[in-house]
Nanobody, 125 residues
């Protein structure tokens, strides 16, 4: 599975961006697909993930209520709508996916088998 991420850029504090991640294969009902981010000098952090089975979504505490993950099944794509961005959201955002995750592991980047290239999001104050 190859993942293609896009949508990063420079935005002012309080602004919005939408990231996209497209999988190269048709996703199964057991597929999890989502985002991690890594700021300079920090560890990679779980942002959000979408589970194809039932359409469940999960968010990191720092982005809850500001970010929304959604999917377009016909395009094998997930979107991350990021609103009310702040400088603390500046990071390289990585798309990740896996088809064998268990719920307790969705926030662990070591459990994801597939990764896209990073896309840089910079929020200016």
């Amino acid at each position: 599975v190859q993942l293609q991420a896009s949508g990063g850029g420079l935005v002012q504090e309080g602004g919005s961006l939408r990231l996209s991640c497209t999988a190269s294969v048709r996703t199964s009902s057991r597929f999890y697909m989502g985002w991690f981010r890594q700021a300079p000098g920090k560890e990679r952090e779980f942002v959000a993930v979408y589970n194809w089975m039932g359409g469940r979504t999960y968010y990191g505490d720092s982005v809850k209520d500001r970010f929304t993950i959604s999917r377009d099944n016909s395009k094998n794509t997930v979107y991350l709508q990021m609103n009310n961005l702040g400088p603390e959201d500046t990071a390289v955002y990585y798309c990740a996916a896996d088809s064998r995750l268990i719920l307790s592991s969705i926030r662990d980047d070591n459990e994801y088998d597939y990764w896209g290239q990073g896309t840089l999001v910079t929020v200016s104050s």
